[in-house]
């Protein structure tokens, strides 16, 4: 049985994108951080001669500065230094432009092996969203943290991530695929056009279904484990019985008490009694 019934707003968890995990680890944790409109557009690299141009820029603008500043320390003439102060402002905007900032750089160079959730339409969403949930319960489970899930745990560290992301590249393509087709059915229907579109709608359909189904094994898997958490925790409370026992035991005794009370009675009414 699936965790959601509905695509959940985008927040959280849900916004953090999908990494390649073959990505080396310091790159994978620095694009999960990395601002979600940097992620959606890098900036652009410039053409080849572009790059060149503004190299040979920043070499000019440099070597003028560096003059400049030579000029105002010999001299001691307040526009060269202003100058040179110029100059070297204009060198340092042509560098950046030049070459552009390191989370630009990040992005781009893994365009591709990265997914943001807001990619997908809502079918493609949901289904993440329940991979996702799955993977991230068997993860944080205490079973697997303890190490008592033995060698499997070794293999969620490596299996679980490699799954999550063969499902959401396989849920691109559905995305893509469903935009195409509704594309193609806004057009008029021809004879032609249909035995083009029958095939592919039910490839597309035979897809996702293998894709659900992949999704229903790794919940199937999610529940296993959390069934393991309860078994685990159950028997930890289970060790404090004997501590239960002992309180029964040390609160059981009501005779003692009881008899005070009657004791109490008695004398009560032997004082009540008038003087005979």
């Known amino acids: 049985m699936p965790y959601l019934t509905e695509v959940p707003p985008m927040g959280g968890w849900m916004d953090e ?13 620095r694009l999960v951080t990395l601002p979600l409109p940097r992620l959606h557009r890098p900036d652009p690299v410039p053409s080849r001669w572009v790059r060149w141009l503004l190299g040979l820029g920043v070499a000019v603008t440099g070597t003028g500065g560096a003059l400049f500043a030579a000029g105002a ?15 070297f402002l204009m060198t340092v905007l042509l560098a950046g432009v030049a070459r552009p900032g390191p989370e630009s750089r990040l992005a781009r160079r893994y365009i591709g092996r990265y997914l943001m959730p807001d990619e997908l ?3 493609a969403r949901e289904l993440l969203t329940r991979a996702r949930r799955a993977v991230i319960d068997v993860s944080g489970s205490r079973v697997n943290r303890l190490g008592l899930l033995d060698a499997i745990a070794i293999a969620n560290d490596v299996v679980l991530p490699e799954r999550l992301w063969e499902i959401a590249r396989l849920l691109r393509t559905h ?3 469903r ?3 509704a594309q193609a059915l806004a057009e008029e229907m021809t004879p032609e056009l249909a035995a083009v579109l029958e095939p592919q709608q039910e490839a ?3 897809s996702v279904a293998a894709v659900t189904e992949q999704v229903r094994d ?3 898997y999610a529940i296993r484990v959390r069934a393991a958490d ?5 028997n930890e409370l289970r060790e404090s019985d004997e501590r239960y026992r002992d309180l029964l035991a040390r609160t059981g005794d009501t005779e003692a008490v009881a008899r005070l009370i009657d004791q109490a009675d008695a004398l009560n009414t032997i004082l009540r009694r008038p003087s005979e």
Do not use: C, K, N, W
Request: hydrophobic share 40%; charged share 30%; net charge negative.
């Open 17 to 29: 994108p999908i990494v390649d995990p073959t990505i080396p680890e310091r790159d994978r944790s």
């Open 73 to 87: 320390f010999y001299s001691d003439h307040e526009s060269a230094g202003l100058a040179a102060m110029m100059v």
């Open 121 to 123: 339409d809502d079918s």
């Open 175 to 177: 995305t893509e695929l």
């Open 179 to 181: 935009a195409e087709q």
């Open 204 to 206: 597309l359909a035979r």
């Open 218 to 220: 790794l919940e199937e």
């Open 230 to 234: 309860a078994a685990l925790r159950a």
